[in-house]
């Protein structure tokens, strides 16, 4: 095994022995096997790195001291003490991010990112997830402790890992529902999830088409090229609304993780229509081989879709308020929002069809996946609220409080889980200091709590949809019309109060997340 540390493309395990990897599924082999040869690996087997501290291969290795090394290269990333070292640049960066924020009048950094926001307060933002903490780790230790049981059967007397969760949480998926991703993968093709879920649901909702324009050529040889058209009236075609660029996959020159970006902005100062590109990392099959995905890569096309939508919707006279330009605690909103529709049983059958023989999913598959929706909820909340927590613990700090050395970064990090009562060994922060790309590298810094905000009023809006009738134009005219279009140019609580009539209320994301037990 040799490791190397680095971004999330560079820091991957290689194999010269093909049965240390036992138990991976064939296509996870045969997607990691051209890498190491174009590197000058031959007879090796590569297992690049995801951005978050959860790696993906850790469902399916058998080996324990396998799953342990992946584990441990994941969280090591950055703290390695070579060139790939980010601890020096992390103090650096908070440390003039709070001397910025006391130059311009505020306590801290946190503090300054959230008057911008809607929270408006750091005390605003800390109440809401110490409102969720304590019942998110009390869920996650419920589960451990079924896990363990599990983990026991192979390892009489062993303690879970970090390493052992997504091993065993799949075994328990397995046994509990009869079902894992092996089973549904045949049934998700990439093309049918985009053009019959994805892009079905925005044309039931919104009666946009789409055409994909092959004279166009995209930034690489994989992006693909859509024009999007408005919906039809009596006696006019659907008016070109905008242009939406689809870069599913991944390679070496790409960062991790899934994004949309504005190429364009909408607005009628300059008359420019949008141009907007959403970015997944999904790793592309051998040539002629169908893209078959998990179910979460499912929900990330829905999800990032729901942000192309806020771009190519928008209708806001400067660039400056266009479509995603929206504090960041709603910028997530209504992308959360979209990701209903990959349940909503008429899509669902639309596009989960056996890629060779056309056979739908089985409907009492599709129950048993609504009936797991809160399966490891409790490790999914606990990881993300650890390192929501974390972004904040390092921004609010004043200039004097930001650790003198690079050997304190961990113990800060540690000081800060357990402060906050997240400290869970076997569910580590979903991303740690040294590879936090979302604070250190984009532009959450302080924000990182804003997906959960954002889920508040998701949430809540579900209910709305569910309230008067779902799957409509009727309703999605009115969320494109009142939210979507407006973009930054109003207050975005007040386009949410006027479709939903009141202020958000938590209690439909507490049912969601299994947290009002």
């Not at 009596?234 to 993780?257: C, H, I, M, N, V």
């Not at 390092?394 to 003198?404: K, M, N």
């Not at 250190?440 to 569910?466: K, P």
């Amino acid at each position: 095994i040799r490791h190397t540390h680095g971004g999330a493309n560079a820091a991957c395990g290689l194999y010269t022995d093909r049965g240390v990897l036992r138990g991976l599924p064939a296509h996870a082999g045969a997607r990691a096997a051209p890498a190491p040869a174009a590197r000058g690996h031959e007879g090796a087997w590569l297992l690049e790195m995801q951005l978050p501290t959860q790696q993906g291969v850790l469902a399916s290795l058998a080996r324990r001291d396998v799953r342990e090394r992946v584990q441990q290269a994941s969280e090591s990333r950055g703290a390695s003490g070579d060139d790939h070292d980010t601890r020096e640049i992390v103090l650096e960066t908070v440390r003039l991010r709070a001397e910025r924020a006391r130059l311009l009048g505020y306590e801290h950094h946190a503090a300054y990112v959230a008057e911008d926001a809607t929270a408006k307060t750091t005390e605003a933002v800390n109440a809401m997830l110490a409102r969720l903490a304590p019942a998110a780790v009390a869920n996650a230790r419920r589960e451990a402790a079924d896990l363990e049981t599990a983990l026991r059967t192979d390892e009489p007397g062993a303690t879970l890992r970090a390493s052992d969760w997504s091993f065993y949480a799949e075994r328990v998926r397995k046994d509990r529902y009869a079902l894992d991703d092996a089973l549904l993968r045949p049934y998700l093709e990439l093309e049918r999830v985009v053009h019959d879920g994805v892009f079905l649901a925005a044309n039931r909702l919104f009666g946009i088409s789409f055409a994909e324009r092959h004279d166009l050529a995209g930034y690489h040889p994989d992006v693909r090229v859509f024009e999007v058209f408005d919906a039809e009236t009596p006696g006019e075609p659907g008016q070109g609304l905008g242009l939406f660029l689809a870069d599913w996959y991944t390679r070496e020159s790409k960062r991790g993780g899934a994004w949309m970006n504005n190429l364009v902005d909408q607005n009628h100062l300059l008359g420019q229509k949008p141009v907007v590109v959403n970015n997944l990392n999904i790793v592309k099959p051998p040539a002629g081989q169908p893209t078959l995905l998990v179910w979460d890569e499912v929900i990330t096309l829905f999800h990032e879709f729901g942000h192309a939508l806020h771009g190519l919707f928008s209708d806001v006279r400067y660039p400056s308020q266009s479509g995603t330009e929206v504090p960041r605690d709603f910028v997530e909103y209504p992308s959360q929002v979209n990701e209903m529709w990959a349940w909503e049983p008429s899509v669902l059958r639309s596009y989960a069809v056996h890629h060779v023989t056309g056979e739908p999913m089985p409907a009492e598959w599709v129950d048993t996946m609504l009936a797991s929706r809160q399966f490891n909820e409790g490790f999914g909340t606990t990881e993300y609220l650890a390192a929501a927590l974390l972004d904040q613990a390092w921004h609010q700090v004043g200039p004097d409080g930001v650790p003198a050395s690079e050997a304190d970064v961990v113990p800060f990090e540690a000081a800060a889980l357990e402060s906050a009562g997240v400290a869970f060994a076997p569910v580590p922060p979903r991303y740690r200091t040294t590879y936090y790309n979302h604070v250190f590298g984009g532009g959450y810094a302080a924000g990182y709590y804003s997906y959960i905000w954002s889920e508040v009023l998701d949430a809540d809006t579900v209910e709305w949809y569910r309230e008067n009738g779902g799957l409509s134009r009727e309703n999605g005219e009115r969320f494109r019309r009142v939210l979507l279009a407006r973009g930054g140019s109003q207050d975005p609580l007040q386009s949410f109060r006027e479709l939903r009539g009141r202020d958000a209320d938590i209690a439909p994301l507490l049912a969601r997340r299994g947290l009002d037990a």
